[in-house]
């Protein structure tokens, strides 16, 4: 019964790291997948110093509320910069203009946010491409007058493949544009909210020749992301965000959770070793004469108790062995669960991690708490008085 614990208490502990575990994994990749590595945008991390802040540093005088100089937003010198950055070993990097626009069709108005892309570096960095249904994104290339839009958004306008729309720019500039393409990504914001068009397109529309907003990067090594992105930032000037920067609430919510997981598994093998600690100190209760015996005939207490402690690592030993197979059995089956998010229109199969680590952190803590559960009554057994026991016995 005491080993049967063990296994029960290593079993849960393998299926429920290994649903939370795979649960992080398949977030974090999705995370990762579906968003660039690194964003470098329009944007300072600190604001830049004004000219009359650089040439009197030392003024009495200190002048607040002044405007800067407007001008066009976007990075400035961005093919330059662009060619630096694919040139890092790694990477692969693209332009991308954003703005808002309003697409007009039959008398219906939707507001998107249009994203004007080069087709050929684009597919290095996002995966739109996979997402398309009709069409591909080179089409756009092919055509300066085309625009892709989600399926939903399609859907929503009465509108399809082929057929034309109007699309407006904050800038004034109203263009006729077909639609050569749809994508669906399965998020509705995203779906029924963005639309793409070429670079230069969206440089006219929107009024920023020669300018770009965004430069997008995938890196081979993800977790690379944010050493890229503090070379990148130091290089060029501009913010460069990586991922692991702009999702910190997320990641430090998921380590919260792993910790909070691993105690609550834990404790499950916690309460197993009660177990091991009951038999043992009644199988010493039991063989107290036994024991006297053996001290009389020359064993030390340093033997007796190596002799309990042997006996809790077998039963954990054991125990995380059975419990290991018994896990990945479990494993193996909540792999085999499907299930339907609300909202989603596919079934997807519950993650599991298989990683080797987790099978070594279960069976570990498994004998050790075996051990320490036998190290009392092994104590108590090497402490017994022969004399005493052989005595009340004869008596």
């Known amino acids: 019964m005491s080993m049967l614990g063990i296994v029960l208490g290593v079993a849960f502990f393998l299926a429920i790291s290994a ?73 692969r990097v693209a332009p991308v203009l954003t703005g808002q626009a309003i697409i007009t069709s039959a008398g219906r108005e939707r507001g998107v946010t249009m994203n004007g892309v080069v087709p050929r570096l684009m597919r290095g960095v996002s995966d739109i491409d996979d997402k398309m249904v009709e069409g591909t994104l080179e089409d756009l290339a092919a055509n300066p007058n085309g625009i892709i839009i989600g399926r939903k958004l399609a859907e929503k306008l009465f509108l399809r493949r082929g057929d034309n729309l109007t699309l407006a720019a904050p800038s004034g500039l109203v263009r006729t544009l077909k639609i050569i393409g749809l994508f669906e990504t399965g998020a509705n914001a995203i779906d029924e909210g963005h639309a793409y068009v070429l670079l230069k397109r969206a440089q006219t529309m929107l009024g920023r020749h020669d300018r770009a907003n965004r430069l997008v990067l995938q890196l081979d090594d993800p977790y690379r992301a944010r050493t890229v992105a503090a070379q990148i930032e130091a290089r060029v ?8 920067e702009a999702s910190e609430n997320i990641l430090s919510v998921l380590f919260v959770r792993n910790v909070i997981m691993y105690t609550v598994v834990s404790a499950i093998l916690v309460v197993a070793s009660f177990g091991i600690f009951n038999v043992i100190s009644t199988v010493v209760l039991e063989k107290r004469r036994d024991i006297a015996i053996l001290k009389s005939m020359g064993f030390r207490a340093r033997d007796l108790r190596r002799i309990f402690l042997a006996q809790g690592l077998v039963i954990g030993g054991l125990g995380s062995l059975a419990g290991c197979l018994a896990g990945l059995g479990l494993m193996r089956i909540l792999a085999g669960i499907q299930i339907r998010p609300p909202g989603m229109s596919q079934a997807i199969n519950l993650p599991v991690y298989w990683g080797a680590d987790q099978l070594a952190i279960a069976a570990g803590f498994a004998l050790l708490s075996a051990v320490a559960a036998a190290w009392l009554p092994a104590r108590k057994a090497g402490a017994v008085h022969p004399v005493d026991i052989l005595r009340g016995g004869m008596a």
Do not use: N
């Open 19 to 91: 649903l939370m575990r795979g649960s992080e994994a398949d977030f974090i990749q999705r995370m990762i997948d579906s968003a660039p590595h690194i964003t470098v945008s329009d944007e300072y991390r600190h604001p830049p110093r004004q000219p009359a802040q650089l040439h009197f540093a030392d003024a009495a005088l200190t002048l607040h509320g002044l405007e800067p100089k407007t001008e066009t937003r976007g990075i400035r010198g961005y093919k330059q910069k662009l060619e630096w950055i694919a040139a890092l070993p790694g990477v």
């Open 237 to 244: 000037g501009y913010r460069a965000q990586s991922w692991q």
